[in-house]
């Protein structure tokens, strides 16, 4: 049985998904709400419906997003997973993604991306770009709700700085831990990475 909700919460759910893009601040001025008003409460107050849309949404859109393969895609709808095989490509949003193999969990609301073996070695690991950060890395595991995700051997640069993490956790976008990572300088006007 649905919940008796005011009509700003409605209002914020109706959308949340569309007009604001997913952003819950904007959806709050959108539906009535005052600038003082909490967020956190709001979406709090609200997070089973939220959570409901949200599997709604994805559904929905996953088709609407950009998917590009050379290879295959399966689908799978008793598990609810699409894969997509050989320089696969997903945009979604903000995120562009290239991979070997990329599989979308849409009860888990999560994707996997690795690259594939074949008789050049290890080939097509995964770039990932969402906003400004761009990575390569062996493999990741993406979280669309929470927006986290765990990478392996990871691979960036930022400014002349390179980053090489064996294990990553991605927090939010300011906050990366790195386990066993290197990090290292350009040399001046090469180019070339010194890793230490």
Do not use: W
């Not at 193999?101 to 008789?119: H, N, Q």
């Amino acid at each position: 049985m649905a919940r008796n909700l005011t009509e700003k919460q409605q209002k914020f759910l109706e959308v949340l998904f569309d007009e604001a893009n997913g952003d819950a601040v904007a959806a709050k001025r959108l539906a009535g709400y005052g600038d003082n008003s909490n967020t956190t409460a709001i979406v709090e107050s609200l997070k089973d419906e939220i959570g409901e849309k949200t599997r709604t949404y994805f559904a929905r859109s996953a088709p609407k997003a950009a998917v590009a393969m050379v290879g295959a895609t399966i689908q799978n709808a008793k598990e609810e997973t699409l894969t997509l095989y050989n320089e696969a490509v997903l945009i979604y949003g903000e995120i562009d993604l290239k991979a070997g193999s990329i599989v979308v969990d849409y009860k888990k609301e999560t994707l996997f991306a690795k690259g594939i073996v074949d008789s050049t070695g290890y080939t097509q690991r995964p770039y990932f770009k969402q906003g400004s950060e761009e990575t390569e890395q062996d493999s990741l595991l993406y979280n669309f709700k929470s927006k986290r995700a765990i990478i392996y051997g990871l691979k960036t640069k930022q400014g002349e700085m390179f980053t090489y993490g064996e294990k990553t956790k991605r927090v939010n976008d300011s906050t990366i831990c790195l386990d066993l990572s290197r990090v290292g300088a350009t040399h001046h006007g090469s180019g070339e990475g010194v890793m230490g």
